[in-house]
């Protein structure tokens, strides 16, 4: 992934079997930091999430914690009830209100990268029920990042994918 500051994915209903099969294609020494906003619900589990895709990779995958720092090898999951930022080599928490009825949202985590990170941010938007991330993906393509959006035909729910590909032409359409 030379050339890529950050990758952040964005996934809601569904995403659970994208990310297992995604980390487990991934090398355990992988170069690139990836952060991840899965919708949850605010009362879910901390650590059900983490526990479940270390299972798949060898990839270091933990929960966000407010200054975490940003690493290769290293999987930060938003938790439950907390929007997930991209600061330049961290992420920040916040509990502003829902986007689009989302906290974790995943048009925060995107646009926060695009800003930080610009051209050096690969976004991936996956398997949904709603258009949180459509936005989002939008900014990281303008702001010259790469953009990658699962096959709404290939996706659990194929109605986050759809969202993404009505307002913007992603560099890549594909499925898992």
Known sequence: MSGY???????SWGGLRALEEIFAGL???????????????????????????NRHTGLCVADADDKAPLAPGTVLLSPPGYHVL???G???LNVDEPV???????????????????????GVLLTGANSDGAAGLEEI?????????????DAERPEMPR??????????????
């Open 5 to 11: 500051d950050i990758v952040v994915i964005g996934a």
């Open 27 to 53: 090398p355990e020494d992988f170069p690139t930091p990836i952060v991840v906003a899965q919708h949850r619900d605010d009362d879910a589990d901390d650590g059900l999430l983490q526990r479940l895709l």
């Open 86 to 88: 991209v600061a330049d």
């Open 90 to 92: 961290y992420v920040e």
């Open 100 to 122: 689009q009825f989302a906290r974790p949202s995943i048009d925060v985590l995107f646009e926060s990268a695009a800003e930080s990170y610009g051209r050096g941010t690969l």
């Open 141 to 153: 393509a303008r702001r010259g990042g790469r953009t990658i959006v699962q096959d709404p035909d």
């Open 163 to 176: 969202a993404a590909l009505d307002v913007m032409t992603p560099d890549v359409v594909a499925p898992l």
